[in-house]
């Protein structure tokens, strides 16, 4: 059975049993304990936890899953993956053990003709918390399964929580028994690769208080209404009814195997376990990186960014371990499309982009490859230098952390060099630095904010937003919250500013989203409490449906129920909207200009100043900036028309509509469309009535932000009037300086700049010539320390390290073959005293170094120093101590 099959009997069999099909959620939601969505239930969290209301009591879905925590066991055991597909069906305070343990069974074992998958139930097993003697009664009555089918585990196994305070409950997987061949009887206490677990149901019925592990924490009580949550893993269950081996090996996997087995060097399942893993790695990597990209995640050097950096370079990785040398990244995400399409055709409709990312991290990280070829041979050739057969675990790590160099490639090329390298060593390090990632993510992780308060005004209904009509409008008070606690009254007298939350039944404030921040303006009472006036500050949603209005409280007081005036300040309101309509004109103008890969990856807008991030490689031309900013400002001078329309999102985006990657949307949403073709987005914003009234728009410039992705920022209306203004000002200035005409400006400064840089140039050739001769004076005039020829001199000043490295060995190479050392030092610029010390072979040989003798000098001018053992560099703040230095140094040679 195929596993776009696998996915559709589970859906049809949930939706038959009255479940509502909800689509899978992005892998990026907005949750402060998740980088990825890690478990089919993480979109359904605000209902389990009673923030919100959910719309079904029953659903189901088939959720695109990501872990990466154990990314190194990738490809060794058989049966996980980085990505994939999570099936579940959720009750939400209707069926619990039951109904779950029915529905799961009848889909596992009716026979294929009557939709279910056919599983021989004399193979299955089940397992129940310690004390769960329900669940157990139920599998023997259900299900039919002996008492010696059904196993009980403690908490590690079968009780579930989120990892924080919420709620918990008691699980029941199921598992299938694969036969001896894969491992001794038992069941799945006793070999969980013969019982390989297919299905997970938990019963969530408690809350858990604060605890230190999965273990350890406290039961609080029950829940109000007990939920059925459970899991499915699709890839397991592919490769049962598949009869493969492993979850690398089914239908949708595979593929990717034989595309890098048709072009390596070495096959796959030829009885080499180490190139099976690097298959195996190659074909999981690819497509978790292509469902990351694809939900709008660009390679970085941190957080998401990082893993999915980190993923690609695993693939790279892996390919030249298996011999390919030719770039593979263009191929494999074409398998991936073509295998992954039928269910996810969001990697079809955006490929281009994908494949685009995708192989331009790969030609990034082969230039780190060859970077950190030629770090390993420098360090092999010290190590070697040294006397030494193992290159240091230091030297591995830093290969690997600081130059993204894999640890299995330096083992390789020291194998090449006649070298071994200190593992223990390397892991040690590597372990200390995963310790400290823990650390930093456990101090980060947190409790979902409790939004429990607001859940009564949650349920009764979303506010009314009437900004898109009027900028003012009268309002009830539905409730008032000070420090997230409800309260009935609130006045100005003891309180902070900002620390007031005031919800209305409507309003004309415009909640931060989509890039534009919120709204300002006042809330002010009517009637009796005239006197109540409150400034508003922020504007943000809760639940996505509930306006919470963020005030200082600045006279009188409010209550709940009161009838009061809410008004959005004009000027604000009318700058926020040029804005935002810039942001689209300039978005469209990208894509004119540079394509349709120019996609848009964030945004920022407030009155007269907008920024936008979009995905591309590599920084812009002036000329194409320039056309970017005469192309907007064409369509602002076009005065074309902003139409705005609710339709279906399906029908949206076949009209071509721009939606934000990875962002969820309603299945009705608003369409933004500017001058016709010219610009089509989805979008809740405010905007102007006309293109014109954005004013001019003046693009400040344009950066990076990350791998793949670069900023344009940009003036609007009158604030571009007065950037303008003072560029205007600035020109008129140093025109009148130079004394010629605005327009020769440019040319003057240029030649000003190079008759400078050749009169610095000049004055640096003088200087080192000085030196030099200063230099060739020293050898001739070098003193003989035991039997050392040392040349220690202070230098003279303005002189910078790389100038006292550069003199550094003309010397060391005028005083011979004989033992020597030489140590400048000098006042460098900028109170620093830079310095430098080398020493020769046969110094060496005496058991001088560099690196040792640098410490005589760091310690007299306040500063410190390092480097190898024949040369070495630091400097200090003290020039006071330099003849200090010196002395230190010509003892410490006399010691020796």
Same mark, same amino acid.
């Given at each position: 059975?195929?596993?776009?099959?696998?996915?559709?009997?589970?859906?049809?069999?949930?939706?038959?049993?009255?479940?509502?099909?909800?689509?899978?959620?992005?892998?990026?939601?907005?949750?402060?304990?998740?980088?990825?969505?890690?478990?089919?239930?993480?979109?359904?969290?605000?209902?389990?936890?009673?923030?919100?209301?959910?719309?079904?009591?029953?659903?189901?879905?088939?959720?695109?899953?990501?872990?990466?925590?154990?990314?190194?066991?990738?490809?060794?055991?058989?049966?996980?993956?980085?990505?994939?597909?999570?099936?579940?069906?959720?009750?939400?305070?209707?069926?619990?053990?039951?109904?779950?343990?029915?529905?799961?069974?009848?889909?596992?074992?009716?026979?294929?003709?009557?939709?279910?998958?056919?599983?021989?139930?004399?193979?299955?097993?089940?397992?129940?918390?310690?004390?769960?003697?329900?669940?157990?009664?139920?599998?023997?009555?259900?299900?039919?399964?002996?008492?010696?089918?059904?196993?009980?585990?403690?908490?590690?196994?079968?009780?579930?929580?989120?990892?924080?305070?919420?709620?918990?409950?008691? *699980? *029941?997987?199921?598992?299938?028994?694969?036969?001896?061949?894969?491992?001794?009887?038992?069941?799945? !206490?006793?070999?969980?690769?013969?019982?390989?677990?297919?299905?997970?149901?938990?019963?969530?019925?408690?809350?858990?208080?604060?605890?230190? *592990?999965?273990?350890?924490?406290?039961?609080?009580?029950?829940?109000?209404?007990?939920?059925?949550?459970?899991?499915?893993?699709?890839?397991?269950?592919?490769?049962?009814?598949?009869?493969?081996?492993?979850?690398?090996?089914?239908?949708?996997?595979?593929?990717?195997?034989?595309?890098?087995?048709?072009?390596?060097?070495?096959?796959?399942?030829?009885?080499?376990?180490?190139?099976?893993?690097?298959?195996?790695?190659?074909?999981?990597?690819?497509?978790?990186?292509?469902?990351?990209?694809?939900?709008?995640?660009?390679?970085?050097?941190?957080?998401?960014?990082?893993?999915?950096?980190?993923?690609?370079?695993?693939?790279? @990785?892996?390919?030249?371990?298996?011999?390919?040398?030719?770039?593979?990244?263009?191929?494999?995400?074409?398998?991936?499309?073509?295998?992954?399409?039928?269910?996810?055709?969001?990697?079809?409709?955006?490929?281009?982009?994908?494949?685009?990312?995708?192989?331009?991290?790969?030609?990034?990280?082969?230039?780190?490859?060859?970077?950190?070829?030629?770090?390993?041979?420098?360090?092999?050739?010290?190590?070697?230098?040294?006397?030494?057969?193992?290159?240091?675990?230091?030297?591995?790590?830093?290969?690997?952390?600081?130059?993204?160099?894999?640890?299995?490639?330096?083992?390789?090329?020291?194998?090449?060099?006649?070298?071994?390298?200190?593992?223990?060593?390397?892991?040690?390090?590597?372990?200390?630095?995963?310790?400290?990632?823990?650390?930093?993510?456990?101090?980060?992780?947190?409790?979902? =904010?409790?939004?429990?308060?607001?859940?009564?005004?949650?349920?009764?209904?979303?506010?009314?937003?009437?900004?898109?009509?009027?900028?003012?409008?009268?309002?009830?008070?539905?409730?008032?919250?000070?420090?997230?606690?409800?309260?009935?009254?609130?006045?100005?007298?003891?309180?902070?500013?900002?620390?007031?939350?005031?919800?209305?039944?409507?309003?004309?404030?415009?909640?931060?989203?989509?890039?534009?921040?919120?709204?300002?303006?006042?809330?002010?009472?009517?009637?009796?409490?005239?006197?109540?006036?409150?400034?508003? =500050?922020?504007?943000?949603?809760?639940?996505?449906?509930?306006?919470?209005?963020?005030?200082?409280?600045?006279?009188?007081?409010?209550?709940?129920?009161?009838?009061?005036?809410?008004?959005?300040?004009?000027?604000?309101?009318?700058?926020?909207?040029?804005?935002?309509?810039?942001?689209?004109?300039?978005?469209?103008?990208?894509?004119?200009?540079?394509?349709?890969?120019? !996609?848009?990856?964030?945004?920022?807008?407030?009155?007269?100043?907008?920024?936008?991030?979009?995905?591309?490689?590599?920084?812009?031309?002036?000329?194409?900036?320039?056309?970017?900013?005469?192309?907007?400002?064409?369509?602002?001078?076009?005065?074309?028309?902003?139409?705005?329309?609710?339709?279906?999102?399906?029908?949206?985006?076949?009209?071509?509509?721009?939606?934000?990657?990875?962002?969820?949307?309603?299945?009705?949403?608003?369409?933004?469309?500017?001058?016709?073709?010219?610009?089509?987005?989805?979008?809740?914003?405010?905007?102007?009535?006309?293109?014109?009234?954005?004013?001019? !728009?003046?693009?400040?410039?344009?950066?990076?932000?990350?791998?793949?992705?670069?900023?344009?920022?940009?003036?609007?209306?009158?604030?571009?009037?007065?950037?303008?203004?003072?560029?205007?000002?600035?020109?008129?200035?140093?025109?009148?300086?130079?004394?010629?005409?605005?327009?020769?400006?440019?040319?003057?400064?240029?030649?000003? !700049?190079?008759?400078?840089?050749?009169?610095?140039?000049?004055?640096? @050739?003088?200087?080192?010539?000085?030196?030099?001769?200063?230099?060739?004076?020293?050898?001739?005039?070098?003193?003989?320390?035991?039997?050392?020829?040392?040349?220690?001199?202070?230098?003279?000043?303005?002189?910078?390290?790389?100038?006292?490295?550069?003199?550094?060995?003309?010397?060391?190479?005028?005083?011979?073959?004989?033992?020597?050392?030489?140590?400048?030092?000098?006042?460098?610029?900028?109170?620093?005293?830079?310095?430098?010390?080398?020493?020769?072979?046969?110094?060496?040989?005496?058991?001088?170094?560099?690196?040792?003798?640098?410490?005589?000098?760091?310690?007299?001018?306040?500063?410190?120093?390092?480097?190898?053992?024949?040369?070495?560099?630091?400097?200090?703040?003290?020039?006071?101590?330099?003849?200090?230095?010196?002395?230190?140094?010509?003892?410490?040679?006399?010691?020796?």
């Amino acid at each position: 059975m195929q596993t776009h099959e696998i996915r559709k009997r589970f859906l049809d069999h949930f939706v038959k049993a009255g479940h509502t099909e909800v689509p899978s959620a992005s892998v990026i939601l907005d949750d402060p304990n998740l980088l990825f969505v890690n478990a089919g239930m993480v979109q359904f969290v605000p209902y389990f936890l009673g923030q919100r209301t959910p719309e079904w009591d029953r659903a189901t879905s088939v959720q695109k899953c990501i872990r990466t925590p154990d990314i190194d066991e990738v490809g060794i055991t058989t049966r996980h993956n980085t990505f994939f597909q999570m099936a579940g069906n959720f009750s939400f305070g209707d069926y619990f053990k039951r109904g779950a343990i029915e529905l799961a069974w009848s889909l596992l074992t009716n026979s294929v003709d009557d939709g279910g998958y056919g599983f021989d139930p004399e193979r299955l097993w089940a397992t129940v918390y310690l004390d769960d003697d329900e669940a157990a009664g139920l599998w023997q009555e259900i299900a039919g399964l002996p008492p010696e089918r059904i196993q009980r585990r403690g908490m590690a196994d079968n009780y579930w929580s989120m990892g924080i305070p919420g709620p918990c409950g008691p *699980s *029941s997987e199921i598992y299938y028994d694969r036969g001896p061949e894969y491992g001794v009887e038992g069941g799945p !206490v006793a070999n969980e690769d013969r019982y390989i677990e297919i299905w997970n149901l938990v019963f969530m019925q408690n809350e858990r208080g604060e605890g230190t *592990s999965k273990e350890d924490f406290e039961i609080l009580g029950p829940l109000p209404r007990k939920n059925i949550d459970t899991g499915m893993g699709v890839e397991r269950v592919a490769c049962l009814l598949q009869g493969v081996d492993n979850v690398y090996e089914t239908d949708l996997v595979r593929p990717v195997i034989d595309l890098v087995a048709s072009i390596a060097p070495r096959g796959y399942g030829a009885g080499n376990h180490d190139d099976d893993v690097r298959y195996r790695i190659i074909a999981d990597h690819s497509r978790t990186a292509a469902i990351i990209i694809g939900d709008g995640v660009s390679p970085g050097n941190e957080g998401r960014g990082y893993v999915l950096r980190r993923l690609l370079r695993r693939i790279i @990785r892996a390919a030249k371990l298996l011999g390919v040398e030719q770039p593979v990244m263009a191929d494999l995400m074409v398998t991936v499309r073509d295998e992954m399409g039928p269910s996810y055709p969001e990697l079809v409709a955006d490929f281009e982009r994908i494949n685009r990312i995708a192989v331009a991290e790969e030609t990034a990280f082969n230039r780190t490859l060859a970077s950190g070829s030629k770090l390993f041979e420098e360090a092999a050739r010290a190590t070697k230098k040294s006397g030494a057969t193992v290159l240091s675990g230091s030297d591995a790590f830093t290969l690997h952390d600081t130059y993204g160099f894999p640890i299995d490639l330096t083992l390789e090329m020291a194998a090449e060099a006649g070298l071994s390298v200190d593992q223990e060593g390397f892991r040690t390090l590597m372990a200390e630095q995963r310790q400290r990632a823990k650390a930093d993510a456990a101090a980060r992780k947190q409790a979902h =904010t409790d939004l429990s308060a607001y859940r009564e005004l949650v349920d009764a209904g979303p506010t009314e937003f009437t900004g898109f009509d009027e900028l003012a409008s009268e309002a009830t008070i539905l409730g008032i919250f000070v420090d997230g606690r409800r309260v009935p009254v609130v006045s100005h007298e003891g309180l902070d500013a900002d620390r007031v939350e005031l919800i209305l039944d409507r309003t004309p404030f415009y909640a931060e989203a989509g890039g534009q921040i919120a709204d300002e303006g006042t809330i002010s009472g009517t009637g009796s409490s005239a006197t109540a006036r409150a400034a508003v =500050t922020d504007v943000q949603k809760i639940a996505r449906t509930l306006w919470a209005h963020r005030v200082n409280v600045e006279s009188g007081e409010f209550v709940e129920g009161d009838t009061v005036t809410a008004a959005v300040d004009p000027r604000w309101r009318r700058g926020a909207t040029q804005g935002h309509s810039g942001t689209h004109m300039v978005h469209a103008a990208l894509r004119q200009v540079l394509g349709p890969n120019a !996609v848009q990856a964030g945004s920022l807008n407030r009155p007269g100043y907008l920024r936008f991030d979009f995905n591309w490689q590599g920084p812009l031309t002036e000329s194409q900036s320039t056309e970017i900013q005469e192309v907007t400002n064409q369509a602002v001078e076009a005065d074309y028309e902003v139409h705005t329309f609710t339709t279906e999102l399906e029908k949206a985006k076949a009209m071509g509509a721009m939606a934000m990657f990875g962002e969820r949307y309603p299945d009705q949403v608003r369409v933004v469309e500017i001058g016709g073709p010219f610009s089509l987005e989805l979008c809740g914003g405010t905007h102007v009535h006309n293109s014109a009234q954005i004013g001019p !728009v003046t693009i400040l410039g344009e950066s990076s932000v990350g791998s793949g992705v670069r900023r344009v920022e940009a003036y609007v209306g009158l604030d571009s009037f007065r950037h303008l203004a003072k560029e205007r000002a600035l020109m008129a200035g140093l025109a009148s300086s130079l004394k010629v005409p605005s327009d020769e400006v440019p040319a003057r400064v240029a030649n000003l !700049v190079e008759r400078l840089r050749a009169a610095e140039k000049e004055l640096d @050739r003088m200087r080192l010539a000085n030196a030099r001769a200063a230099a060739a004076n020293a050898v001739a005039g070098a003193e003989t320390v035991g039997r050392v020829r040392l040349v220690a001199q202070r230098m003279s000043s303005g002189m910078s390290a790389n100038d006292l490295r550069s003199l550094v060995g003309d010397i060391r190479g005028k005083l011979g073959s004989e033992p020597a050392v030489v140590a400048l030092i000098a006042d460098g610029d900028n109170d620093t005293v830079p310095f430098v010390v080398a020493v020769n072979p046969a110094a060496q040989d005496l058991g001088l170094r560099a690196n040792e003798l640098v410490k005589q000098f760091a310690a007299p001018v306040n500063g410190r120093g390092g480097g190898k053992t024949d040369l070495a560099q630091g400097s200090g703040k003290g020039a006071a101590g330099i003849d200090a230095a010196l002395a230190a140094l010509r003892a410490e040679i006399g010691r020796s």
